[in-house]
């Protein structure tokens, strides 16, 4: 089954620990993508991939990290997360242009 | 940066009912997709429709394009209660890298 998994659904941290948010697709996709969802805002673009080992900041890449070492994965790093982080994260893959976009579960992540 | 933006943000109808959202949109797009969410869940692809349609259907849902106005709308014919979820809007810009861009959505409630 064609699928974006992202772990874990929920978490809850405090300020300052280092976290990372796994993502990974099994369709071969070039294209992967993170998003933030917060109440009034949609969904913003934090950073995205075109392929292994290259990547480039969204609209909203201030505060996190991201690496492409295999074409599957796509971890979110926050090295040292904040309260105004706490938000609802999702990972995308896509074929290149032109296509639709396959969305993990998402991320609900607490920053406290 | 928000491309583009759906309304209305909130729209409540009965089952049988219609629903009609819109999108508008400020850059020139390749293809323009709308995307549902369910409570909090990932989003899942509906429709897409490029640059040079101006009209596509997919069951319940008929989904117009007018560049010249930089818009769309999305119609959902003989809504049910299933069908309660939140819509969004989704450019893809003709640019050298292909990323999705998000609306804030439309919350549709359709009630038995």
């Known amino acids: 089954e064609a699928q974006v998994t992202q772990n874990p659904r929920y978490l809850i941290t405090v300020t300052g620990k280092k976290l990372t948010v796994t993502c990974s697709q099994n369709?071969?996709?070039?294209?992967m993508s993170w998003y933030r969802q917060d109440p009034g805002l949609g969904l913003r673009q934090i950073y995205y991939?075109?392929?292994?080992?290259?990547?480039d900041k969204g609209d909203v890449p201030e505060g996190y990290k991201v690496s492409r070492k295999e074409k599957r994965n796509f971890p979110l790093i926050l090295e040292s997360p904040s309260p105004n982080q706490t938000s609802l994260y999702f990972c995308?893959?896509?074929?290149?242009?032109?296509?639709?976009?396959?969305f993990g579960q998402g991320t609900r992540l607490t920053v406290v | 940066s928000q491309q583009g933006e759906e309304d209305p943000q909130a729209l409540s109808i009965q089952e049988g009912e219609n629903a009609t959202m819109n999108c508008s949109y400020k850059?020139?797009?390749?293809?323009l997709q709308w995307y549902r969410q369910n409570s909090g869940r990932g989003l899942v692809h509906l429709i897409l429709?490029?640059?040079?349609?101006r009209e596509k259907h997919s069951g319940r849902l008929r989904v117009t394009l007018d560049t010249s106005k930089k818009s769309s709308s999305l119609l959902i014919t003989a809504s049910r209660a299933a069908d309660t979820a939140s819509y969004f809007c989704?450019?893809?810009?003709?640019?050298?890298?292909?990323?999705?861009?998000f609306g804030k959505g439309t919350m549709l409630l359709v009630s038995p």
């Open positions: 429709i490029r640059s040079n349609e």
């Open positions: 850059t020139s797009i390749n293809n």
């Open positions: 991939s075109m392929n292994v080992e290259v990547t």
């Open positions: 995308a893959s896509r074929s290149p242009s032109g296509t639709e976009a396959f």
């Open positions: 989704a450019t893809d810009r003709p640019s050298g890298y292909s990323t999705l861009t």
């Open positions: 369709m071969n996709h070039e294209y």
